[in-house]
């Protein structure tokens, strides 16, 4: 079974910086991606990135965040600069079904235990 571990979460003053990191426990082709859950919110798609490097990122996210992948580790990260206080929330690394771009949780079969990011205002 595929075993995802992201690290990197914490808190951090509006307007700073965090890099998450995503783990994985076996090599795979498949797309990732990383989902977020606000607290009292349903969770949502931020970023995805195929085994080539291919993106797509949440619209409140774009320009901030940047998804990017080492193959040879098999470890999946998230640039978050900028943070805002609505981008508080659980954070969650996803590997999905196929190898490729998808936002739909249907898609993806593994997921981490989560990383809590809480920005400050």
């Known amino acids: 079974q595929v075993q995802l571990a992201e690290s990197g979460g914490g808190l951090v003053q509006a307007g700073g910086s965090l890099r998450l990191s995503c783990a994985a426990s076996?090599?795979?082709?498949?797309?990732f991606a990383w989902f977020r859950q606000a607290l009292g919110k349903e969770r949502e798609f931020v970023a995805a990135?195929?085994?080539?490097?291919?993106?797509h990122y949440l619209d409140s996210v774009k320009g901030r965040f940047t998804i990017s992948r080492d193959n040879a580790k098999n470890t999946v990260y998230l640039q978050m600069n900028s943070l805002k206080p609505e981008d508080t929330a659980v954070y969650y690394c996803?590997?999905?079904?196929?190898?490729?771009?998808?936002?739909?949780?249907?898609?993806?079969?593994?997921w981490g235990q989560g990383t809590q990011v809480t920005v400050s205002s």
């Open positions: 990135i195929t085994w080539s490097g291919s993106t």
């Open positions: 996803a590997r999905a079904n196929s190898g490729y771009l998808s936002a739909a949780e249907r898609n993806y079969d593994y």
């Open positions: 076996g090599r795979t082709f498949s797309t």
